[in-house]
């Protein structure tokens, strides 16, 4: 039987286009061909399967609506949460890499970049001939990123960077950072910085419990030269970062509720096979309970998600539709997990099955771009027009 069946409860499909079915077949087939047989290999070893990063680029997983001319793929938003939600049916881990690569690397240097630097970098980003990573969270800011320290100062013909930042998904091996630090008037800019610049290390954190598939580092940088025309022109300010995570933040409302499916998958699967008292534990109805509640708050995300695609589309969603598309999908996705863990009791904390994985990765999933209530309070400003943060 297909391990990716998807559910789709309030045919759901019939709001999509062929165009978009056809890239969910096709990413699904090559999750389910590369991703799936490797991927709790590589995670309870807790290291990166490299060797993936060519397919991701192959199926258009970096940079989905970057316009074709630099090497993107020109899709629009719906497509590109349709790539998100079944790469992460595999892993978030995975996904992680193909949203950091597109939405914070990509997207930055496409929306505030030079076009001489567009053209040196997005079609080898595209198809991960380069890897890019993204610095924004210092180790004494991460919620509150306005608050940073790393900067540079005009050195006539470079800029000399110095500072840190900590929790940086693909730093490890990513050739470029898009760094975000404040210039000597304590504005916020972007500059490129490319590994083998001097002065600029990038140590891996380890012992993470969590998204072990993804390899995590340190930014640091020790008065590194870098050369002037590596600072993005058209960003100043928070809101340049921010608005690479309005994309990023998007594309993983779509891929949680990724994860939530192959949990929600799993566990209805097992319980339909596994006997107790002589009858299957789906024939339950605490167990009844458990995959009823689940379907509803799957269904609910999906509608949500589609309706937020809508409106990316037509460049309408304002990053709090976006928070709480995120907020509530990484929710859902969470609860669905630990439920589904439960209901295959022993085999549920092993890797014969992949619940317990999603579970772990879903804990860092609820953290990065944004926590969860960080992201609460963004809708509750938003409602109210109070701001919680000041
Ligand atoms: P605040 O004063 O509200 O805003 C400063 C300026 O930014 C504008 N703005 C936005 N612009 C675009 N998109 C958004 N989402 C925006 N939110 C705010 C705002 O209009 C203002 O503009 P201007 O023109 O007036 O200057 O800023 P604040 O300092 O009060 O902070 C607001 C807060 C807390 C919402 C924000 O800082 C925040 O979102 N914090 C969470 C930090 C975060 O999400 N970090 C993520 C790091 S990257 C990451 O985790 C990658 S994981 C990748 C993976 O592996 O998938
Ligand atoms: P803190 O900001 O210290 O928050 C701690 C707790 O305090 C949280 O529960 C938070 O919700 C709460 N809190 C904070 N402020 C408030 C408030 N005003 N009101 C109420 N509660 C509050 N960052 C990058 O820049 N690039 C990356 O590629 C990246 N990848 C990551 C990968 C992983 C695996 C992880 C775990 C993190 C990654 N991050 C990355 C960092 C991530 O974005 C931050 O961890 C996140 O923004 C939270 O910051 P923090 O960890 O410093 O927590």
Redesign the pocket.
Known sequence: KDLFESPDYYLIDELLTDEHKLIRASVRDWVKKEVSPVIEDYSQRAAFPKHLIKGLGEIGAFGPTIPVEYGGAGLDYMSYGIIMQEIERGDSGIR?TA??QGS?VMYPIYAYGSEEQRIKYLPKLATGELMGC?G??EPDH?????GMETNFKDKGDHYLLNGAKMWI?NSPFADIAVVWAKDENGKIRGLIVERGMEGFTTPETHGKWSLRA?ATGELVFDNVKVPKENLLPNAS???GP??C??Q?RYG?AWGALGAAMDCYDTALRYTKERKQFGKPIAGFQLQQKKLAEMITEITKGQLLVWRLGQLKNENRAT?AQISMGKRNSVDVAIHIAREARQMLGGMGITGEYPIMRHMMNLESVIT???THD?HLL?TGMDITGEDA??
């Open positions: 992680s949203s950091v914070l993204f924004l969270t991460g919620s509150d990123p306005g998904s993804s300010g928070l809101k921010l608005g995570l309005n990023a993983i990053p990065y771009e944004g960080i963004i943060f000041k």
